[in-house]
């Protein structure tokens, strides 16, 4: 909840501005939720969701609460972003970063070598990706596209965690991992550049020119559950 007034206020400054936005937010806290003043023709909409006691679960729950998100969204929007809330806008985002399946390039990876990608290597998870393939190593915390497509994507996965967890394997990188494998074998049509992920602000760059969102420095033991 720390994070979500930055989140709001910034992505009002930024995000789609001049366009129709409807915030989902999942929380176990909707009574928590700060009040945010929102421009016309956007609006917050609080969705609750279980607390758990592993962030590795909160951080995977988010595919099976996109599903059912994205099949009640069917006729009422065309585009669904789906963000990490502990991150912050810095300039323009917008309608240049449509397209049927929108994946982000994560901003510790840009330039590794394949072999360095931290992709599930194990043959036994539904996440696993051989060796020599793959296309770049994508950020698990942002994705996006047509709401019919982040559907088909947020089955697939929620689908694959759950054969994982029947099997008793958890991908190296939890829902990132089979985020990552989906793209493998479902090119994205739109890749974003660091500059629409990047780390954490206080983290200069040369390469990257404009800063358009980044994650928020944190203290992991103060904000999650478990380590
Ligand atoms: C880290 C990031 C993690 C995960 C990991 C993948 O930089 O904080 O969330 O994406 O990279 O190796």
Known sequence: ??????????????????????????????????????????????????????????????????EKLTEELDNEADYIFCFDVDAKFYARWSAETLSHMVAVIHPWFYNYPREKFTYERRPESEAFIPADEGDFYYAGGEFGGSV???????????????????????????????????FLYNKPSKLLSPEYLWRDISAGTNEVKVIRFTSVAKNMAEVRPNI
């Open 1 to 66: 909840m720390i994070f979500l007034k930055d989140f709001l206020e910034s992505a009002e400054a930024h995000y789609f501005v001049g366009y129709r936005v409807h915030y989902y937010l999942f929380t176990d806290q909707p009574e928590a939720v700060p009040n945010v003043k929102l421009g016309e023709e956007r609006k917050l909409i609080v969705r609750k969701v279980p607390s758990s006691n592993r962030w590795q679960d909160i951080s995977m729950g988010r595919m099976a609460a996109l």
């Open 148 to 182: 019919q497509e982040v559907h088909k994507l947020t089955k697939t996965c929620t689908e694959k965690q759950s054969i994982d967890r029947a099997k008793s394997i958890e991908a190296l990188w939890h829902n990132e991992s089979h985020l990552n494998r989906y």
